[in-house]
């Protein structure tokens, strides 16, 4: 045994859950209710990487309160609950050309994608709310202390999890105020780390998860918040676009009215784009310049940013979701409703299922084996409903294109809406596997920002309150340190430079040779690297505890 695991200390739970995003934080909520309606002791542990919960949280965000309504019935009467406060009241489709806005009629979408009864706000704040709703059931969470290693028993079994250590210097070598990582153990652990999850990535390859599914695919999602003029603002005005400025890539933008005069502002690009020189962060920016959306933001001001990647796979994604002593929850899975825009329900409802499979095993006094019930419950409940009517939109537009895959994604959803669905079910295709040559795809000029309305990377990251302790090892692991030089530069003229929101990898040119260097410090946590490197070489892993953006209201 090496001696950082020697001197490290345990801790023994019923159930540890990686995560305090809406999955986990359901599904802790979901436990400690059965616990007590059954007038029995249940220990629960939250670890979250962010400095706070919410620190992390980023969406949209119209959220469906279906699942909020059966896990905390009376949220709406709680006064600090801050969703309830602007319910969606009008809902808009634009289809933007370069200088024009075209109306798509709301009834041209099938009644499955309404946003009646919905509502827009932070999720970071509902999260902050449920996690205290969660500690007022006796759910201990632990933020600022990230998972960074699985545990396993001696049959293979996972055993828990391991916070990564703090005062490791870059080299290495221990600083003065050194800690060695905790051991938490537990009968179940649940994995609710979002999208491209870093331990979630070697579970799907130790127990071969993804054996009978589709790869995961994915989107970036860019995010503002401005404060606006008053006289411009709409609450409850819900606004989702398509089109320009997108030409060979696909995505959307949405325009949400929040509370307190602030608009949420963004733009998601599909990761499966085929341009390396493409860059989501400047796609954005010129997004807002357009004649339908530059006004809105004038005489406003932009006090927030972030950026984050999403799960865009669907159905024939999902992997398995019961392994040997855990479980994937939320967007470890991934059960975002593409067409919809919305996750956050499936989510908290995969938590709050795989709380209920949990607490019967421990009843019957059982440990670190699967959890049977959990992922049939899933796939045969609401959400597998939900996710199987829409599973063929996200690979339709990636295959026939944006114009030709929008018709025909939008007449499958009405042939499910009507209940003659095609038997049908398209592929994915890695987003890793897309891009092309430098020298085939065409050169993409973005105009410079105006520092009005368009901004450039760095002053974006400061938005976001982005920290991590500079003498610290670097995060953003690089399989084969050659790769960037030898392939990624010459064959796609360098795409992390691009495909990174927050300018973490830059080209220097060193001793007349050039050098990949990469900012760590500037890491947002969006996971993109990780996702779109051609060559798979960088490997995005936990940073010391605390590390990252800390998203007010986001």
């Not at 499958?412 to 398209?426: E, S, Y």
Request: glycine share 10%; proline share 7%; hydrophobic share 35%.
């Amino acid at each position: 045994m090496s001696e950082a695991m020697s001197d490290r200390e345990s801790m023994e739970y019923d159930v540890v859950i990686v995560g305090a995003g809406p999955a986990g934080l359901s599904a802790a909520i979901r436990l400690k209710q059965l616990a007590n309606e059954a007038g029995r002791e249940l220990s629960v542990c939250i670890l979250e990487k962010g400095s706070e919960v919410g620190a992390h949280i980023l969406s949209g965000a119209v959220i469906d309160p279906k699942s909020l309504d059966e896990l905390l019935p009376d949220w709406r009467e709680d006064n600090s609950c801050l969703l309830n406060r602007v319910p969606v009241t009008s809902n808009h489709h634009w289809v933007l050309t370069k200088t024009k806005k075209y109306n798509l009629p709301h009834l041209m979408m099938p009644g499955f994608l309404d946003n009646k009864g919905t509502f827009t706000g932070s999720l970071a704040n509902l999260c902050r709310w449920l996690a205290g709703k969660a500690e007022e059931l006796g759910v201990e969470i632990f933020p600022g202390f990230p998972a960074a290693e699985l545990l396993y028993n001696d049959d293979g079994s996972v055993k828990g999890v391991a916070t990564g250590a703090m005062g490791v210097a870059r080299d290495g070598s221990h600083k003065g105020d050194y800690q060695p990582g905790m051991e938490l153990h537990a009968r179940y652990t649940f994995f609710a780390e979002g999208a491209r999850g870093s331990l979630t990535k070697q579970l799907k390859k130790e127990f071969d998860l993804e054996a009978e599914c589709q790869p995961q695919v994915y989107g970036i999602g860019i995010k503002e918040l401005w404060d606006v003029d008053p006289k411009k603002h709409k609450p409850g005005t819900v606004i989702h676009t398509q089109g320009w400025p997108l030409d060979d890539a696909w995505g959307g933008g949405w325009i949400y009215h929040q509370d307190n005069h602030q608009v949420s502002i963004g733009f998601v690009v599909a990761l499966n784009y085929k341009n390396p020189h493409l860059s989501p962060f400047d796609e954005m920016q010129r997004y807002k310049q357009h004649p339908a959306i530059r006004p809105l933001l004038e005489g406003g001001r932009r006090v927030s940013y972030g950026a984050r990647a999403i799960n865009e796979g669907g159905w024939q994604s999902i992997p398995k979701l019961a392994f040997p002593g855990g479980a994937l929850i939320g967007c470890s899975a991934g059960f975002v409703n593409v067409p919809r825009i919305k996750g956050t329900h499936t989510a908290m409802k995969s938590g709050m299922l795989a709380a209920e499979a949990a607490f019967a095993a421990v009843g019957a006094d059982r440990r670190s084996d699967v959890l049977s019930d959990y992922e049939p419950s899933v796939r045969n409940g609401w959400i597998g409903e939900e996710l199987r009517k829409v599973r063929n939109a996200e690979p339709a537009v990636a295959k026939f294109g944006a114009t030709i895959g929008t018709i025909l994604a939008g007449a499958d959803l009405w042939m499910q809406h009507l209940k003659i669905g095609l038997p049908v079910t398209m592929k994915h295709h890695p987003d890793h596997e897309t891009l092309w040559r430098r020298d085939i795809a065409p050169a993409i000029n973005y105009p410079r920002p105006d520092g009005v309305i368009s901004f450039d990377k760095l002053s974006s990251v400061f938005l976001s309150n982005t920290n991590h302790e500079e003498d610290q090892p670097i995060h953003l692991q690089l399989k084969d340190p050659t790769i960037p030089t030898r392939v990624n530069l010459p064959d796609y003229d360098g795409p992390e430079q691009r495909y990174c929101p927050a300018g973490v990898y830059e080209y220097v040119v060193e001793n007349g040779a050039p050098r990949l260097q990469i900012n760590a410090q500037n890491c947002v946590h969006c996971k993109t690297c990780d996702i779109k490197d051609p060559c798979q070489n960088i490997n995005w892993v936990t940073p010391e505890g605390g590390g990252g953006p800390n998203y007010p209201n986001m």
